[in-house]
């Protein structure tokens, strides 16, 4: 080994040994310092990358046709078996146009015939349709004649199926329903409503975010800039989704999480900078400085707390289902454009107009909505950080008991994926179909299961099995009809259609699919014919089973992490161990609230659900992937302060008092901007994107409010010095990482 090798690993050496600060805090600085130095430049890039990015989109014209699906699922590989040998029926779709008669009158009357025959006549004109049977040629007329349904088969696969078309099919439905026969659209595979993404719902969120941000910095100017920059951030990074959505299959609830969290982390990221600027400005540091010190101290807790929640999403393949891959991947990109956007672009866009936001001589609605007392510089967290810390045992007990309450509903979560009967409101003409044929021919007609019988051998006695097996289903628990057994041109395998008593979300009709699985065993011993059960509720059971499964490892990889990375953060054992703790209350509570409300049916018109249903399948890992970025974020901006306060003084109380005072005003403007946001996004009328931000929303407050606000003082307060206790040898070896930057506030400019 030669001099300079020796030389090199011995100065390594010596920088793990003494843990001097090589800290990504300086290289912020400096950046901070060059976006200021080439504003103009870094802002029409900005701007240029964004308008490159729409040209591209309305070049390519993506489209999301990403499913929500499983591949290898026990019903996905009898979907594909039944493709392969039906081939000629897989290249086809269809739909059913669900009518029923006027009050008094049936289908079965000549006038009624007259105007279905019409708009069968006018739908047939379409060169994509195959056929189009009427109610009577399928003879599937209710019992009392009202209620009946066409079939119309297009030539086509169901994604092939234009807008034109389905356009045509609008405007032909007219005829009966102009004549008072109501008539409604069951799409099955073909989308007649897509989700709803209403953009009014969301701007009321951002509205409230800017007044929440008005009220924070007393300045409407201030209050715009995280605003603006979240926009930005935001814009460039759906672009470049739906960009790459036109190389992968994406589905359109990717682009909406992305959509929720980029806007909210985006406002938040610039909130704590922008909030750094002011203070640094107020103690007399030029602009330009003023922007690099809050890029070099702020920027390295956005980007330290960007690169959790990126975890977080990114850690959502650990379930390895490649639709939620996507979902966490496309977030992970909305929340790493917020990050480069709040530490490049928001300097340069400071550096313009830093001069119009000097701290303001006296902010009269701040100081009143935050009680904060001129003379006497105290706030509500001041008072609150006091109360806190003077009761800690009852505050801690009945926090504690209060998010555990909450849990408690979550011990009997059912997963499941929306149908049309629970995701879509009674605006939408499928769901309008869907009550239709439930009170036709019962709940269990929108769950039909298809079973794939594949037999290993044929034989003269193989057409008098499946005869026998269709009896043996029919006695099944649970089962209203069996159809009989279509063979497919090979004669290896057999279709048959179980219609159950249950609806699609029905834990029932999940009984019956598993007894179907397992009664597999049974004729595959004694025929020779293999059970496989498909069909869209089928597949939506699986594919809740699936992520059932994966969150437990999922949760425990994530609460590992969060540990690992508090202790180095803290450089504590307890500190950590209180912080993973606390988010598994707010998780909890999160998830309990959730089942209350929308599985158990509690509040659900308050909450202008369309009705109770399962938990949205994946909705437990987002939120877990989620939760777990935004705990550590409000964390690391509460625990930082009053660490660096309890190094200097040594007075563990002083620093919770401290670390209150002076973050826990902006954790909670951090916190209501996140709500607002979320609260938006809640307020639409899609089933599953009002689950997505309802579970944020109140995620946030639980973990925000009364874990972090509330039991983190208490229980510090409780443990005294012991909270920062961490073994000296473990101490040596940890990386020194400054989350605050604070390195960079105790040198000479010039060494930076």
Known sequence: MNYCSRLFIFEILRVLAHQEEITIAKYL????????????????????????????????????????????????????????????????????????APDKETLESEDAQSDIKAVLSEISEDSNVASALSPIELNNLNEDKTIGYAQVTFAVAADKVSEKSKEHILDSIKITRNAGIQTEIKGGDIAFSDIEFEGIYEVIGVVVAFIVLA????????AGLP??????????????????????????????????????????????????????????????????????????????????????????????????????????????????????????????VGHRLTPAKKNILSNKITGKNKEKQVTTADKWGRLVTKHPVVVSLLSIAFLAVLTIPFFHMNLGLPSDGTAKS??????????LLTEAYGEGFNAQLIVAAKVDQ?????????GKIVQ???????????????????????????????????????????????????????????????????????????????????????????????????RSLLVPLKAVLGFLLSLGATLGFMVFVVQDGHFVN??????????????????????????????????????EIYIHSGDSRKAILYGMRDSGRVVTAAALIMMAVFFGFMMNPDAMIKSIGMALAFGVFFDAFIVRMTIVPAVMTLMGETAWYIPKWLDKILPNIDVEGESITHLDRNDI
């Not at 289903?473 to 048959?496: A, N, R, W």
């Open 29 to 100: 600085y400096k950046l901070g310092n060059w976006s200021t130095s080439h504003k103009k430049s870094v802002l029409f890039s900005t701007l240029g990358i964004l308008i490159i990015l729409v040209a591209l989109v309305v070049y390519f014209k993506p489209s999301f046709k990403g499913e929500l699906t499983i591949p290898n699922t026990p019903a996905d590989k009898a979907a594909e078996l039944i493709k392969k040998e039906f081939a000629g029926a897989a290249k086809q779709s269809s739909l059913n146009i669900v009518f029923k």
């Open 426 to 435: 009674t605006e939408m003409t499928e769901r309008r179909a869907y009550d």
């Open 215 to 222: 009220i924070t910095f007393g300045s409407f100017i201030a």
């Open 472 to 570: 043996e289903l029919s006695e099944l628990k649970d089962v209203k009809t069996v159809s009989p057994p279509i063979p497919g041109p090979s004669g290896k395998i057999f279709m048959i259609q179980i219609t159950p008593q249950s609806g699609p979300d029905d834990i029932k009709t999940k009984d019956l699919v598993n007894l179907i699985r397992e009664k597999s065993k049974a004729t595959n011993k004694e025929y020779g014919i293999e059970l496989m059960v498909t069909g869209t509720t089928a597949m939506n059971i699986d594919i809740s089973q699936q992520l059932n499964d994966a969150l437990p490892l999922f949760a425990s990889l994530i609460v590992g992490l969060a540990y690992i990375l508090l202790v180095m953060v803290f």
């Open 227 to 352: 605003i603006l920059i979240a926009l930005l951030g935001l814009g460039i990074s759906l672009l470049g989704i739906m960009f790459g959505a036109y190389f992968i299959d994406l589905n359109s609830i990717s682009i909406i999480l992305a959509a929720m969290l980029g806007l909210a982390v985006g406002i938040d990221y610039s909130l704590f900078i922008i909030t750094r600027f002011k203070i640094e400005l107020g103690k007399g540091n030029s602009i330009n400085d003023s922007i690099a010190i809050s890029i070099g101290t702020s920027g390295s807790a956005v980007v330290f707390a960007g690169l959790t929640v990126i975890i977080g999403l990114l850690g959502l393949s650990v379930a390895q289902i490649p639709f939620l891959t996507l979902m966490g991947v496309s977030a992970a990109i909305s929340i790493f454009a917020a990050v480069l956007i709040s530490i490049i672009t928001l300097p340069a866009i400071l550096g313009m």
């Open 606 to 643: 308050f909450f202008g659900f369309p009705a109770q249903s399962p938990i949205l399948a994946f909705l437990p890992v987002i939120t877990i992937g989620i939760l777990f970025g935004l705990a550590m974020d409000y964390e690391i901006f509460l625990v930082s302060k009053m660490r």
């Open 458 to 466: 044929l034989t003269e006695e193989t057409q008098l099995a499946a």
